[in-house]
């Protein structure tokens, strides 16, 4: 049972580069949500999505698109990377019927040179 | 809206006291309480939650909280605090729902031998 499984782990980037981070879960799932944490901020909520191709913006969601078409998969795009997006970014799942508990995956640690 | 505060970004104990991690939190619904545990470069893991019933939760790893409506507080506890209790420690709000998760900006819990 791998629950929610990020890539990559670690990504540097250069100013101005674009990136996708993967995130997919197999726990069917309807709710996933994409967060960025920073130092002493918490996790801030960067979009979420309620099921297939439902999505809506969260705290930070600048800089950032989000699609999901499928229950799965739902992968974050950076379209032009700044160095105020070098962050630590956490994907999770959650089933609302199921007491609410939110599955984070490991992570994805990235760096904008 | 709803928000979460946690007092103290640092808290420290010696091995063996008491460990009190402050949430108070804000909701104009009935809210489901979380904690949960990040240890150095993982993700979170769910420690307890609260969402109805009975207001004292046990979780794991001997931690416990309990839910006072009156004092909007979920105030997480341990009685005797071990090395590998060292992490830090979010405490986030949701409702029936609702579709995203508010998190606190996290607590560091460090212990001293």
């Known amino acids: 049972n791998a629950g929610v499984t990020q890539t990559p782990k670690f990504q540097v980037l250069k100013t101005g580069q674009s990136m996708t981070l993967q995130c997919a879960q197999d726990m069917n799932h309807e709710y996933m949500s994409w967060y960025r944490q920073d130092p002493g901020m918490g996790l801030r909520l960067i979009h979420y999505s309620v099921g297939a191709g439902i999505t809506d913006q969260g705290e930070v969601p600048n800089g950032y698109n989000v699609s999901r078409s499928t229950t799965e998969d739902f992968p974050l795009r950076l379209l032009s990377a700044a160095p105020s997006q070098t962050s630590v970014y956490f994907c999770?799942?959650?089933?609302?019927?199921?007491?609410?508990?939110?599955?984070f995956g490991a992570g994805t640690r990235l760096s904008v040179l | 809206a709803q928000s979460v505060t946690q007092l103290g970004s640092h808290v420290s104990v010696s091995e063996g006291a008491l460990v009190l991690l402050r949430c108070n939190y804000s909701?104009?619904?009935?809210?489901?309480l979380f904690w949960y545990v990040q240890y150095p470069n993982q993700g979170l893991q769910l420690l307890l939650k609260y969402t109805t019933g009975a207001t004292l939760v046990k979780g794991i790893n001997g931690f416990e909280a309990e839910f006072k409506k009156s004092e909007t507080s979920f105030h997480l506890t341990k009685p005797s605090a071990h090395m590998s209790d060292a992490a830090e420690y979010f405490c986030a709000v949701t409702s029936s729902g609702y579709s995203t998760l508010t998190f606190g900006k996290g607590t560091m819990l460090l212990v001293s031998p």
């Open positions: 999770a799942s959650r089933d609302p019927l199921a007491g609410n508990i939110q599955y």
């Open positions: 909701s104009s619904v009935p809210p489901y």
